[in-house]
């Protein structure tokens, strides 16, 4: 584990201690998500940059390509080292006008588990996420039906942990009702944190909680705020968003994506970023 990663490491489980730091691979598949990328060669490059940067705690999907992304994780890093932790999602699927429909049937998601798991060569996923709701905001409704079909999926060892994404709380609490919960991934940032309360439970209960999108959904003024803090402190927007992130709760995970080796190693610098106290009650005020 390189010791110089920002926020150090996050006990995910007894027996999954990833990098706080993380990486989301959706980006190196090809233009919407979609076939390979322009250069392969390219993609699997920023691959061994993550792991040599100490990173161990990678974020995919099967739906990424479709398994194009999945295979190229295993192109670029298999055998995976005993350290490092695949954390990929199911729940939905790819048609061809580019959309996520839903794919919630025991079939589907069991499906979708052994695709995961032929697609990085393995015998078993370390933790699945199952995907609900939509992109722009969590969906009400019961979900034990695919929770359950996961933990029985689990139970047959094809799964070590299991997590939730796009979600409300009151799934977060129907899918602990259900086997355990050991990360939340949801929309939420700086200005974005409808999930607050949320996060704070997760929190007392040493929960990962890993926000995706970290800069979408800004108003003018929340953007004005952002940038006149950047300036304050001569950095990006998005340096110190992610900073924001790793210093305004414990168990906040990071998984910024890239298909560039020189955008990785600026997200990590970025989330090294020391914010002032100022800077921090600042940007607190912005939340809603």
Sequence with gaps: MNSTLPGGTFPLADDVTVSRMGYGAMQLSGPGIFGPPADEQAAINVLHAVVEAGITHIDTSDFYGPHITNQLIRRALHPYADNLHIVTKVGARRDAQGGWPHALSPAELRQAVQENL?????????VVNLRVGSVEAPTSGSIEEPFTALAELQSEGLINHLGVSNVTAEQVSEAQSIAPVVCVQNLYNVANRVDEELLESLAEQ????????????????????????ATRVEATPMAVALAWLLNHKENILLIPGTSSVDHLRQNIASAALQLPADAMAELDSIGG
């Design 118 to 126: 032929s697609n990085l060569g393995l015998a078993r996923l370390d």
């Design 206 to 229: 040493g929960i990962a909680f890993v926000p995706f999108f970290p800069l979408g959904g800004f108003s003018p003024l929340q953007s004005a705020t952002l940038l006149n803090v």
